[in-house]
C-alpha cells in the first residue's frame, strides 16, 4: 500500500504540473495582445488612491462596483499599465489606428483655473502619443481618442509595458459653484472617477489596437535594416576560419585510425556486440506464447511501436514546426533554444531510472505501468496545446509545452529501454536495437514530413490535433500486451505476476549500490565520455533550415520533405545496415571507420559552397552524411547497452542516454555563438572535427568487461 500510495503521488504531481502549466500558459497567452485578440479592456480597485489600475488583453475580470474613485480633482497623475509585460514582440499596422474607449465623472471647479484632462499613451516611460481633453463637469462623459499609429508605435518589442497615464489637475467646486442645483444635488464635493470595463453606467471602456501577425509583411522591427544582407546575418556571421588550419588535425586523425587498424586484436575492433548464434538456445527468438519474454514477434512489435510514439510528435516539432518558424523570420538562437527545452528533460531523464525500478507493480508487469501513465501525459499534453491561441504567435508557451512534453516522452522512453533490457535476449540486441530506432525514425517521417506537408493548409492546431487519436491507437499495444504469464492485463484481471518478480523489490540503497557497482568498471566509465561527445556536432541542426530556406531560396515544403522524408529515410537505411554491419565486422570497428568518413563527408560538404545551388547535390551530400551517421549512432547505442549490467538496466542504461542529451544540448548551445561568428562553410569544418572526438571516445572501451566482470555478482543475486 505505501508503494501504490507514492505510485499514485507521482502521478497526481505530473498531471497537476502538466494541467498548472497548461492552464498558465493558457491566461497569460489569452491575457496578452495578439493579431487574434487586439481588444484592451480597463480594470482596477474602487480608489484610484490605491494606484492598482491596470489593463490586459481579456474580458474575463470583474471590479467592485464598475470604477475607480479619488475623492480630490487636483494633482491627479496615475498610469494603468498591462498587468504584466509583452511576453511576444508585438507589431502594429502602420496604415490604422489605435482607438481608445473611456469614461470619466469629474466634479471639480470649472472656474478657477489648472489643467485639464490629460491623457498619455506611453511604452514603458516613453511617451508615444499625447491629447488633453476638455469636457463638462458632474456629468458622466464618454471619451474617444483616435490615435494614428506613428513609427515609433510599429513595434514593441518582448518585455515592454504598454501604459495608458491620466492627468487632471483642477481645485474642488468653489462655494459659489456649489449654489448650482445640479451640483447640490451631486454632492457638490470633489471627485474623479473612472469608469472600468464592466462598469454599469453605460460607458464603453476599451482599446482596440490594430495588431499584425509576425509573419505579415508589414510587420517590421524598425531597429533592423531591411536588406538582403541583414537578413542573411541574422542566419550565420561572416567570420571564416581556412581549411588549412583544420588540415594538421585531420591528418593526424588519419595516421591515428591507420595505426589502430593495424591494432585490431588490442583494440577489440573484430568483437561483435552481440553473443554468438552458437550460444543461442533454439527457443529463444521463437513466437509461441503471447507474452512478451515468450514471442520475439511481440517483444519487436511492442518496442517498436513505443518507438514510433516517441517519433511522431518529435518530428512534428523538430522538422515541420522548426522549419515552420524558420520560413517566419525566427532566428537560429531561438530555434536553438527551442531544441534546447526539448532536450533537457532527455538530459536528466536517468533520475526516472531508480524511480521505475524501486516502485513496480509485479501483477501488471514490471515496465508496462509506467509506459501507459507516461503515454497517458503525451496525450494530455498534446490535448492542451489546443488551448493556446495562435500557436504560431506564442512560441515560447509551446516551446515550455514541449519541455513538460518531453518529461513524459522521456519517462516513456526509460520505461521502453528497461523493458528492451528485460525482454530482450543477448543476441537479439543489436538486432532489435536497429528495429526501434528504425521505428522511431519512421514516427519521425510521419511527424516532420507527413505533418509538415499539411501544416500550411490545415494549421498548426489542426495538425497537432492529427496526433492526438495517433498516439492513442499506439497506447493499446502494451495495454493489451502483458511482460510476463500469469501477470494482469487490467488492474481488475485475474492474474498475480511473477512470484520472482514479487520478491526481487529492492530499495534505492540497493539500486545505488549496483549502480555503483556497475560504473566502477572502466567501460563502463567510458561509456559516459562517448555519450557526452557524441552530439556535439548537433549545432548544426538549428543552422540547416536557415541554410536551405532563407539562403538557398527552398520552400518549406520542399525542405519539410527532404528532412522529414528522404532524410530520415536515408536514417533508417544507416540503422538497417549499421546492425548487419557491425554483427559482420564488429560494432567497434563501425563506429570508428563510419564516424571518420562522416566527418570527411562534413568536411567535403562545407568545402563546396560553389556547389550549393543545386538542389541535387545538396541531397545527395546530405542523405550520404545521415546514412554513415546511422551506421555510427546504432552501433553507439548497442555498444553502451553491452557494457549495461542488467541487474540496474533501467537506471544505468537511461545515463548513458541522457548524457548523449545533455552532448545534444551543449551543441545546440554552441549554435549562437558559433552561428554569430562565422560563415557556413567554416560551421561544417568544425562540426566535423567535432565528429571526429567519437573515435577517441569508443576505442577504448571493451564490450566484454561487463558480463565478464559482473556476471558472478549477478548468478549470486539470483533465488
Not at 13 to 36: G, R
Not at 234 to 257: C, M, N, Q, R, T
Not at 426 to 454: C, D, Q, R, W
Not at 584 to 611: C, D, P
Request: hydrophobic share 45%; net charge negative; proline share 4%.
Amino acid at each position: 500500500m505505501a508503494r501504490q500510495g507514492i505510485l499514485i503521488s507521482v502521478v497526481l504531481f505530473l498531471i497537476i504540473s502538466v494541467t498548472s502549466s497548461s492552464v498558465l500558459a493558457q491566461t497569460q497567452a489569452y491575457s496578452q495582445p495578439s493579431s487574434e485578440n487586439q481588444t484592451m479592456y480597463l480594470w482596477g480597485d474602487s480608489s484610484l488612491a490605491n494606484g492598482n489600475c491596470y489593463t490586459h488583453f481579456s474580458s474575463e475580470d470583474s471590479t467592485d462596483v464598475g470604477y475607480g474613485e479619488i475623492e480630490e480633482t487636483e494633482n491627479v497623475n496615475f498610469s494603468c499599465s498591462l498587468d504584466q509585460p509583452l511576453l511576444e514582440d508585438m507589431y502594429l499596422n502602420p496604415e490604422s489606428s489605435i482607438n481608445l474607449q473611456l469614461g470619466f465623472l469629474i466634479q471639480s471647479s470649472e472656474n478657477s483655473g489648472g489643467d485639464e484632462l490629460l491623457l498619455s499613451l506611453q511604452k514603458d516611460s516613453e511617451i508615444l502619443a499625447q491629447q488633453e481633453f476638455t469636457f463638462s463637469t458632474y456629468s458622466n462623459e464618454q471619451v474617444s481618442w483616435q490615435i494614428q499609429v506613428s513609427e515609433n508605435m510599429t513595434f514593441w518589442e518582448q518585455g515592454s509595458t504598454p501604459q495608458l497615464n491620466i492627468q487632471f489637475n483642477k481645485p474642488s467646486p468653489t462655494a459659489l459653484e456649489c449654489l448650482n442645483p445640479q451640483k447640490a444635488l451631486a454632492g457638490c464635493e470633489a471627485k474623479f472617477r473612472l469608469y472600468y470595463s464592466d462598469n454599469t453606467d453605460g460607458m464603453t471602456v476599451e482599446g482596440m489596437f490594430p495588431i499584425l501577425n509576425a509573419s505579415d509583411p508589414a510587420a517590421v522591427n524598425p531597429n533592423q535594416q531591411d536588406n538582403d544582407d541583414d537578413i542573411s546575418s541574422i542566419a550565420v556571421g561572416s567570420g571564416s576560419l581556412s581549411a588549412l588550419l583544420f588540415s594538421p588535425w585531420f591528418i593526424g586523425i588519419f595516421a591515428f585510425v591507420g595505426f589502430v587498424s593495424l591494432q585490431r586484436d588490442r583494440f577489440q575492433l573484430g568483437m561483435v556486440l552481440e553473443d554468438e548464434s552458437d550460444e543461442v538456445t533454439l527457443g529463444d527468438s521463437s513466437s509461441d506464447g503471447t507474452t512478451l519474454v515468450d514471442s520475439y514477434r511481440a517483444r519487436v512489435l511492442t518496442l517498436c511501436a513505443l518507438y514510433v510514439a516517441q517519433g511522431i510528435p518529435w518530428g512534428f516539432i523538430t522538422i515541420a514546426f522548426l522549419t515552420f518558424l524558420a520560413d517566419k523570420g525566427v532566428g537560429a538562437g531561438e530555434l536553438a533554444l527551442m531544441l534546447t527545452l526539448g532536450t533537457l528533460p532527455w538530459s536528466v531523464k536517468f533520475l526516472w531510472g531508480p524511480v521505475i525500478d524501486r516502485f513496480q507493480f509485479p501483477s501488471l508487469g514490471r515496465r508496462r505501468p509506467w509506459i501507459l501513465l507516461a503515454q497517458s501525459g503525451m496525450v494530455l499534453v498534446l490535448a492542451s496545446m489546443m488551448f493556446v491561441p495562435n500557436p504560431e504567435e506564442n512560441v515560447r508557451t509551446i516551446a515550455w509545452m514541449f519541455l513538460v512534453y518531453n518529461i513524459f516522452t522521456s519517462l516513456q522512453d526509460v520505461s521502453t529501454d528497461a523493458l528492451a533490457v528485460d525482454v530482450l535476449k543477448p543476441h537479439e540486441i543489436e538486432k532489435v536495437n536497429s528495429y526501434m530506432f528504425t521505428a522511431k525514425s519512421v514516427g519521425g517521417i510521419i511527424g516532420g514530413a507527413g505533418l509538415g506537408l499539411i501544416i500550411g493548409t490545415l494549421g498548426i492546431k489542426a495538425t497537432i490535433l492529427l496526433q492526438i487519436p495517433i498516439l492513442i491507437l499506439i497506447m493499446l499495444v502494451p495495454m493489451y500486451m502483458t511482460e510476463r504469464p500469469g501477470e494482469k492485463r487490467f488492474p481488475w484481471s485475474e492474474g498475480q505476476g511473477s512470484e520472482q518478480l514479487q520478491e526481487d523489490q529492492r530499495d534505492f540503497k540497493d539500486i545505488f549500490a549496483k549502480l555503483r557497482t556497475a560504473f566502477s568498471l572502466r567501460s563502463a566509465q567510458l561509456g559516459i565520455v562517448l555519450s557526452l561527445v557524441m552530439s556535439l556536432s548537433f549545432f548544426l541542426i538549428p543552422i540547416l533550415p536557415l541554410l536551405f530556406v532563407r539562403e538557398l531560396d527552398w520552400t518549406v515544403e520542399q525542405f519539410n520533405v527532404t528532412n522529414g522524408g528522404i532524410i530520415l529515410l536515408f536514417t533508417i537505411l544507416g540503422y538497417l545496415a549499421g546492425g548487419q554491419l557491425g554483427r559482420r565486422f564488429g560494432g567497434k570497428s563501425v563506429i570508428i571507420y563510419a564516424a571518420l568518413f562522416t566527418a570527411v563527408v562534413t568536411s567535403l560538404w562545407g568545402l563546396t559552397e560553389s556547389m550549393w545551388s543545386n538542389g541535387t547535390y545538396m541531397m545527395v551530400m546530405w542523405s550520404i552524411r545521415t546514412f554513415t551517421w546511422g551506421l555510427v549512432t546504432i552501433n553507439i547505442y548497442s555498444l553502451v547497452m553491452r557494457v549495461t549490467w542488467s541487474e540496474v538496466g533501467g537506471t544505468q542504461f537511461t545515463a548513458y542516454m541522457a548524457m548523449m542529451n545533455v552532448s545534444s544540448i551543449i551543441g545546440y548551445q554552441l549554435t549562437e555563438p558559433l552561428a554569430s561568428r562565422f560563415d557556413y562553410s567554416t560551421l561544417f569544418l568544425l562540426a566535423a572535427a567535432l565528429e571526429t572526438l567519437i573515435i577517441f571516445g569508443a576505442l577504448f572501451i571493451d564490450p566484454a568487461e561487463t558480463r565478464r566482470t559482473l556476471a558472478q555478482e549477478s548468478s549470486a543475486s539470483l533465488p
